[in-house]
C-alpha cells in the first residue's frame, strides 16, 4: 500500500478505526481529487510524492511559452492528465519512457514508476488511439529563388511529435509513414514577407514526386501586406516508409522569404 501512502494499521493497535478511517480518506482523495497544475511560462514543472498520491486528475493550466516537461515522482499508479496550459506537455519520470498530452486533450495514464503508459491507446499498436500526428515549423526564414524551380522547405522545429513521424535531427525536411498507420490527412500554412509582385505556390509531395491523387497545392497573386498560403489535403492512403514534404514556388522577379514565424508551419494527422 505504499504507492499511495496510506496509514497501516499495527497489529493489536488500540482505536485502529482512526487509522482506517485516515487510510480511507487518502485513498478517496487519490480516486476522486482534482488538482490544478499552473504552468510557468517557461520550463519544466515537477510534481512532488505528496501531490501526486493525492488526486486522482491533473489540470493543467497557465500560459507556457512553449511546449514543456511534467515530471512525476518514481510512484505507480493510473491518473488522469487534462492539458488545458496551450501548449504539449510530455508526462514523464526521468529516465523512463514519457507521452504527450496535447493542448485540450484529456488522457488516462498509468505510471509503473518508471515509465508512463496511455491506457487508452490501442493495444499492440504503435499509434495513439486518441492522435496521432505531428506539427513542424520553420527554424529560420527561408529564401525561395525567384523562378520555375520549387524550392524544398527545411523546417528543423518540432512542435509536437506522437509517434515518430519527424526527424529532428536528420531529414528534417519530411514526415515519414510509420507502421500502424494507414490514412493520414496533410495541411501546411506558411508566411511570406511583404512583396505585392508575381504569384506565390506551395505544394506537397509524396516519396520526391509531386504526381499522386489527392496532392495539395495552392496558387494565388501576392497581396499587398505580407501574403498567407494554407493547403489541406484529402485523406490520403498510405504505408510505412512513404514520406511527405513542401516546396514553395515564386516568381516576383527577386529573392523572396517564408519567415520564421508561428504561422508558417506543416502538419500530419493520421486518421486510420
Known amino acids: ?55 486522482w486528475r491533473f489540470r493543467l493550466e497557465g500560459s507556457p511559452a512553449a511546449a514543456f516537461d511534467l515530471i512525476l515522482p518514481s510512484v505507480s499508479r493510473p491518473f488522469l492528465m487534462d492539458n488545458q496550459s496551450g501548449m504539449t506537455v510530455t508526462v514523464k519520470i526521468e529516465g523512463g519512457a514519457a507521452t504527450p498530452v496535447l493542448d485540450t486533450e484529456t488522457r488516462l495514464l498509468y505510471s509503473d514508476g518508471v515509465n508512463i503508459t496511455a491506457l487508452s491507446d490501442t493495444s499492440g499498436s504503435s499509434v495513439s488511439a486518441s492522435h496521432s500526428g505531428a506539427l513542424v515549423l520553420l527554424a529560420s526564414d527561408q529564401t525561395v529563388a525567384s523562378g520555375p524551380s520549387n524550392v524544398l522547405l527545411d523546417w528543423g522545429a518540432e512542435s509536437y511529435d506522437t509517434d515518430g513521424f519527424y526527424d529532428s535531427s536528420s531529414s528534417t525536411e519530411r514526415f515519414t509513414i510509420p507502421s500502424g498507420v494507414n490514412k493520414i490527412i496533410l495541411s501546411c500554412q506558411v508566411r511570406w ?35 498567407m498560403q494554407h493547403f489541406l489535403s484529402p485523406v490520403l492512403p498510405v504505408t510505412a516508409g512513404d514520406y511527405f514534404e513542401v516546396f514553395a514556388n515564386q516568381n516576383s522577379g527577386s529573392d523572396r522569404t517564408i519567415e520564421s514565424h508561428v504561422s508558417s508551419w506543416f502538419c500530419i494527422q493520421a486518421v486510420g
Open 1 to 55: 500500500m505504499s504507492e499511495l501512502n496510506l496509514p497501516q494499521i499495527a497489529e493489536s493497535q488500540a482505536l485502529a478505526y482512526v487509522t482506517s478511517n485516515d487510510a480511507d480518506a487518502r485513498l478517496e482523495k487519490a480516486l476522486c481529487d482534482s488538482l490544478a497544475v499552473t504552468v510557468p511560462s517557461s520550463g519544466n514543472i515537477t510534481l512532488t510524492e505528496e501531490q501526486f498520491q493525492t488526486a
Open 193 to 227: 514577407d511583404n512583396n505585392a509582385s508575381g504569384v506565390r505556390e506551395i505544394l506537397a509531395y509524396k516519396n520526391g514526386s509531386a504526381a499522386f491523387d489527392g496532392r495539395p497545392f495552392t496558387h494565388s497573386e501576392a497581396q499587398t501586406a505580407r501574403t
